[in-house]
């Protein structure tokens, strides 16, 4: 099985801003949730893991599969958002408010990462592993969580970029023989 998790909370996702690739660590609560996921997946034995580089995500990986070194990999970070990045979301720019509105129908606005180039890491990433044997830990963010369900779901059309995936959240897909399998959200 493939196992797709979001990082844990932030103080930047606290406090409710577009975080983006700014790099804050794990808060209280967010190891917390780490925690409870790690609790929940102990009879799991991860043969790999890969995390973004942002130390969010490397902290939840890390209490998940504390046994595993994992594998820092690139194309796991999050969307950059630019010059966006630690905007108020309660109080985005008009253009950042239509994009988020409607992700399939609207552009990324100036300077900030197009979601084609997120699926088309997410699809390079999701290539790399398939061959591998073993339960895999993938540790990383919302947008960049979304490509990945994007690129597993043929029939998705868009819909996981208008989802909303809460931190620690976790999604899982079978995984055989190269094959990697329509995900699906795993319940607490």
Same mark, same amino acid.
Request: charged share 20%; glycine share 8%.
């Given at each position: 099985?493939?196992?797709?998790? +979001?990082?844990? #909370? =932030?103080?930047?996702?606290?406090?409710?801003?577009? *975080?983006?690739?700014? /790099?804050?660590? %794990?808060?209280?609560?967010?190891?917390?949730?780490?925690?409870?996921?790690?609790?929940?997946?102990?009879?799991?034995?991860?043969?790999?893991?890969?995390?973004?580089?942002?130390? +969010?995500?490397? #902290? =939840?990986?890390?209490?998940?599969?504390?046994?595993? *070194?994992?594998?820092? /990999?690139?194309? %796991?970070?999050?969307?950059?958002?630019?010059?966006?990045?630690?905007?108020?979301?309660?109080?985005?720019?008009?253009?950042?408010?239509?994009?988020?509105?409607?992700?399939?129908?609207?552009?990324?606005?100036?300077?900030?990462?197009?979601?084609?180039?997120?699926?088309?890491?997410?699809?390079?990433? %999701?290539?790399?592993?398939?061959?591998?044997?073993?339960?895999?830990?993938?540790?990383?963010?919302?947008?960049?969580?979304?490509?990945?369900?994007?690129?597993?779901?043929?029939?998705?059309?868009?819909?996981?970029?208008?989802?909303?995936?809460?931190?620690?959240?976790?999604?899982?897909?079978?995984?055989?023989?190269?094959?990697?399998?329509?995900?699906?959200?795993?319940?607490?």
């Amino acid at each position: 099985m493939i196992y797709i998790i +979001r990082h844990g #909370q =932030t103080e930047v996702n606290h406090r409710q801003a577009l *975080q983006g690739r700014s /790099d804050f660590p %794990l808060n209280d609560a967010g190891i917390a949730q780490a925690r409870t996921v790690a609790e929940g997946l102990k009879g799991v034995s991860f043969a790999h893991v890969f995390t973004s580089p942002l130390r +969010r995500a490397v #902290q =939840t990986a890390k209490m998940i599969a504390p046994d595993i *070194q994992p594998v820092v /990999d690139e194309r %796991l970070i999050e969307m950059n958002y630019g010059p966006y990045e630690g905007t108020d979301l309660n109080n985005l720019p008009p253009e950042v408010l239509t994009f988020f509105r409607d992700f399939i129908h609207n552009s990324a606005p100036d300077g900030m990462e197009p979601l084609s180039s997120v699926s088309e890491r997410a699809g390079a990433f %999701l290539e790399s592993i398939r061959n591998l044997d073993g339960n895999i830990l993938i540790s990383t963010h919302a947008i960049a969580m979304k490509g990945i369900l994007e690129v597993l779901t043929p029939d998705a059309h868009g819909s996981y970029w208008s989802k909303y995936i809460g931190n620690c959240a976790v999604y899982c897909a079978s995984h055989e023989k190269g094959f990697i399998g329509v995900p699906f959200e795993l319940t607490p």
